[in-house]
């Protein structure tokens, strides 16, 4: 299991922007994702890349606002996130795990993501 370092986050108006970033121990080739809660509400995947090859997916609702990169040193992402709207306020969390098969179209298996950052809060006032 990784040890998933997350910072970042904070309180903004509806239309700014802010960033988040998360460091997972080890050096292996993973998957590293962005999830979210809302309150009262289930988590749902927001990004995730391959640090393998880059391959980024994003969830429709942020698409074209948000964007998942990683750094020149391993194992280390951030999500930029712009055009904020109060719907995404909730706790964003940092999730990692081996790549598994077809992860293209399942990137957003919280079953599948074994490590977990303990989590930060986002919150976009209108």
């Known amino acids: 299991q990784l040890q998933l370092v997350e910072s970042g986050g904070g309180s903004v108006q509806a239309g700014g922007s802010l960033s988040l970033s998360c460091v997972a121990s080890?050096?292996?080739?993973?998957?590293m994702s962005w999830f979210r809660q809302p309150p009262g509400k289930e988590r749902e995947g927001v990004a995730s890349i391959y640090t393998g090859d880059g391959i980024r997916r994003y969830a429709d609702s942020v698409k074209g606002r948000f964007t998942i990169s990683q750094a020149n040193v391993k194992n280390t992402v951030y999500l930029q996130m712009n055009s904020l709207r109060p719907d995404d306020s909730g706790i964003y969390y940092c999730?990692?795990?081996?790549?598994?098969?077809?992860?293209?179209?399942?990137?957003?298996?919280?079953?599948?993501?074994?490590?977990w950052g303990q989590g930060t809060q986002v919150t976009v006032s209108p």
């Open positions: 999730a990692a795990g081996s790549r598994w098969p077809r992860w293209v179209a399942r990137w957003s298996d919280v079953g599948r993501h074994t490590s």
């Open positions: 080890g050096d292996s080739d993973i998957i």
